[in-house]
């Protein structure tokens, strides 16, 4: 019982940040200009972008989902609080029309949309490597959030493939919660940070009369220099960020 | 390609005739009472005794069953092999294969979260089957939810068809011009590039436009709209919604006390 009311107290300053978050943008404002007409017509197109990638890769067999590709796109021109709508409703339209087992799992792309954005905000979306930061920092988030979805509505071993890792873990003897969490700091990763890179790519083709319409255009300007550098050193920091990830599942698998 | 991106269909029955909000109401009644009821026999209770009989109440159980072959028991036959082969729980071992060795304890585990998660979907599925998406955001726009909302729900389940039919498209043109799409990894993976680019752009050069648009038939106008299509709301949807909720908080209570 005491781990259960450990967590409920992790939960509940979760909801504490967001509302928090939620109030200050509402106060100052920025809300309103976040969500203006364009941006309300930007979300269904991103919504369809997110699910008809998600089936090209079916089709190509590629081992990664990359189904919120336009959930980053929105959440850099259009804010954490658009990109997070955009998430949710992802998620939900995903369960109404496609396969219903998506519906649990809104929460994560909430959070994919609201770390994306804000990390954008702070300015980590300008260049090759800054967006290879984002992208693990959102695996990060979305592997922390994916865990108490998997533990409490799946008992830890969820539909996907992944599971069989979870599965491994769980016969090397480690706790349910262990064995999710580090399941998805090793799959989370390689997804997302290749979302965040796609969606760089994309806001790179824009034009600029379409960007300056968005809300948010400064958070699209790229930063200067030879774009074949910035990709060695995205490479880099993607090495480092992985080195980074193994040393974090030791900690979690040995303590 | 599916021509009309929805599971709804169109039936005369009890449970058509419902208010959209009632039947969301027990759709997420139903999942609540699964997951939280403390006995370990209420989720099969609950298929035996609420899903079933509203897919037949409401006419679609053909179109349940068959989903249920397609999305649901795939899923759950999944959760369940790999739950009652891999929890680790402590009990009576049923039998051993090399590093195999199910419980008692895990096998019972796993067959009541595998219900569960079916009671869930079941539920979902119903719902989604017996209730038009119009219907839902005309009803709840009308209960205060923002029109941007019910705006962004409808046109995505417009665009979406558009959207796979245009990807469709630009695969068969990428492939007539040699893309390939079918060898090693990094030639599928280089591929994704040249099929992405032109769907995503081609697709956010109408975001403009259609902006303007909307904008001319007041999108962004707060006075209240009016709406062509009545919803019905009786006593009896009031009831049954406050009878869930009643239900709901009773589970709850028996959840914290009882275990």
């Known amino acids: 019982m005491s781990i259960i009311s450990e967590n409920a107290v992790y939960f509940i300053i979760a909801v504490a940040i967001i509302v928090i978050l939620l109030v200050w943008s509402y106060v100052t404002g920025r809300m309103r200009k976040d969500f203006s007409t364009t941006t309300w017509v930007l979300i269904p197109v991103a919504i369809a972008i997110n699910i008809a990638i998600g089936q090209i890769v079916v089709t190509l067999k590629l081992p990664v989902f990359l189904d919120s590709i336009g959930t980053v796109l929105v959440a850099v021109v259009a804010g954490p609080w658009a990109g997070a709508l955009t998430g949710t409703l992802s998620n939900i339209i995903w369960g109404a029309t496609i396969d219903p087992n998506a519906f649990p799992w809104f929460p994560v792309a909430f959070f994919i949309g609201l770390v994306s954005g804000l990390m954008a905000n702070a300015g980590w979306f300008k260049n090759w490597w800054k967006v290879a930061v984002t992208g693990f920092v959102v695996a990060l988030a979305s592997a922390i959030v994916s865990t108490p979805i998997a533990v409490y509505l799946y008992g830890g071993i969820t539909a996907s493939g992944s599971s069989f890792i979870t599965a491994y873990l769980l016969q090397t003897g480690q706790g349910v919660v262990q064995a999710v969490l580090s399941t998805g700091f090793l799959v989370e990763p390689v997804d997302k940070i290749t979302t965040a890179m796609l969606a760089f790519a994309i806001i790179q083709g824009l034009s600029k009369r379409f960007v300056a319409r968005l809300p948010r255009p400064e958070n699209a300007e790229v930063e200067g220099g030879a774009s074949q550098t910035q990709l060695f050193i995205a490479i880099g920091v993607v090495i480092l960020l992985v080195l980074f990830a193994a040393f974090m599942l030791g900690n979690i698998l040995g303590g | ?259």
């Open chain 2, 1 to 259: 390609m599916q021509e009309r991106l929805s599971f709804y269909k169109k039936r005369e029955s009890a449970v058509h005739r419902l208010n959209p909000l009632s039947k969301l109401t027990l759709a997420l009644g139903i999942v609540f009472v699964s997951f939280l009821s403390p006995y370990y026999w209420t989720p099969h209770l609950l298929i035996l005794f609420a899903v079933i009989p509203l897919s037949l109440l409401g006419k679609v159980l053909r179109e349940y069953i068959n989903a249920m072959l397609r999305l649901i028991l795939p899923t759950a036959g999944f959760l369940f092999i790999m739950q009652a082969l891999f929890q680790p729980l402590e009990g009576v071992e049923l039998f051993r294969f090399g590093f195999l060795h199910p419980t008692q304890e895990s096998v019972l585990f796993a067959f009541a979260n595998a219900t569960r998660i079916v009671v869930m979907v079941s539920s979902f599925t119903i719902f989604l089957l017996t209730t038009h998406p119009n219907e839902l955001m005309t009803d709840l726009t009308r209960r205060g939810l923002p029109g941007q909302f019910a705006y962004v729900i409808i046109s995505t389940l417009q665009i979406i068809p558009q959207m796979q039919a245009k990807a469709q498209t630009i695969i068969a043109a990428q492939r007539s011009r040699g893309l390939d799409t079918e060898s090693t990894f990094f030639k599928r993976a280089g591929s994704l590039i040249p099929l992405v680019g032109p769907l995503v752009f081609g697709s956010l050069v109408e975001v403009e436009e259609r902006a303007i648009a909307i904008e001319a038939r007041g999108f962004t106008s707060t006075r209240v709209k009016t709406s062509l299509n009545s919803i019905p709301d009786t006593n009896k949807d009031k009831l049954i919604r406050w009878s869930l909720i009643v239900i709901i908080i009773v589970t709850l209570a028996s959840r914290i006390w009882l275990s």
